[in-house]
């Protein structure tokens, strides 16, 4: 059961790796691309991501270029999506790291409730600040938007939906390693919480 929640969970990190980094979480259409030019002086943004947004030639700028000057300008639920986001990988990626020496070094905590319990614990909290910064991204874009570019215009593109398929992953990896904790201590071996 760890070894399945181990490979599910590297899968979630390799999803959310990618959303995370990848400016194509909204894609413009080409008339909203220059009414964002005309109305909000921003660049032509033809995608968008947490880390980037690319014109049409797919020609990006990170929000470090600049010294940082475009990331200073992007609004506070921006700011704040960008840090859950990161959160929730580094924990996953920590979770990731604990598992592998769990499932390839450990051979005396293999049926361990408290590693078990440990790595469910990393990847659920991981789990819940990557959810919170999707939860927020997509409210809140589909708000700015409906307000100024009218209803029925918005379309997220692939790396949002690799991070909600990344979150799905470590739920389903997070279930396991705590299933693998509750069998670790239902164990013949214990009872009482005392080995017998």
């Given at each position: 059961m760890v070894s399945i929640g181990y490979t599910l969970l590297?899968?979630?990190?390799?999803?959310?790796?990618?959303?995370?980094?990848a400016p194509f979480w909204l894609?413009?259409?080409?008339?909203?691309?220059?009414?964002?030019?005309?109305?909000?002086?921003?660049s032509r943004r033809?995608?968008?991501?947490?880390l980037a947004w690319c014109d049409k030639s797919m020609k990006c700028t990170w929000v470090w270029?600049?010294?940082?000057?475009?990331?200073r300008s992007l609004a506070d639920w921006?700011?704040?999506?960008?840090?859950?986001?990161?959160?929730?990988?580094?924990l996953l990626l920590i979770g990731w790291f604990i598992a592998t020496?769990?499932?390839?070094?450990?051979?005396?905590?293999?049926?361990?409730?408290?590693?078990s319990s440990a790595l469910g614990s990393l990847t659920l909290s991981g789990l819940v600040l990557?959810?919170?910064?999707?939860?927020?991204?997509?409210?809140?874009?589909?708000?700015?938007?409906?307000?100024?570019?009218?209803?029925?215009?918005?379309?997220?593109?692939?790396?949002?939906?690799?991070g909600i398929v990344g979150a799905a992953l470590a739920?389903?990896?997070?279930?396991?390693?705590?299933c693998d904790g509750c069998r670790s201590r239902s164990h013949s071996g214990y009872h009482m919480t005392r080995i017998v």
């Amino acid at each position: 059961m760890v070894s399945i929640g181990y490979t599910l969970l590297a899968l979630a990190c390799t999803a959310c790796a990618l959303s995370f980094s990848a400016p194509f979480w909204l894609l413009y259409p080409e008339n909203v691309a220059r009414s964002i030019v005309d109305r909000l002086g921003f660049s032509r943004r033809y995608t968008e991501g947490l880390l980037a947004w690319c014109d049409k030639s797919m020609k990006c700028t990170w929000v470090w270029d600049n010294d940082f000057s475009d990331e200073r300008s992007l609004a506070d639920w921006q700011k704040a999506c960008q840090g859950l986001f990161a959160a929730g990988l580094l924990l996953l990626l920590i979770g990731w790291f604990i598992a592998t020496f769990h499932v390839c070094c450990c051979h005396c905590c293999k049926e361990s409730f408290s590693a078990s319990s440990a790595l469910g614990s990393l990847t659920l909290s991981g789990l819940v600040l990557v959810t919170a910064s999707l939860t927020v991204y997509g409210a809140y874009t589909t708000k700015d938007w409906e307000a100024g570019f009218g209803e029925g215009n918005i379309h997220y593109h692939w790396a949002f939906f690799a991070g909600i398929v990344g979150a799905a992953l470590a739920l389903v990896a997070c279930i396991l390693f705590f299933c693998d904790g509750c069998r670790s201590r239902s164990h013949s071996g214990y009872h009482m919480t005392r080995i017998v």
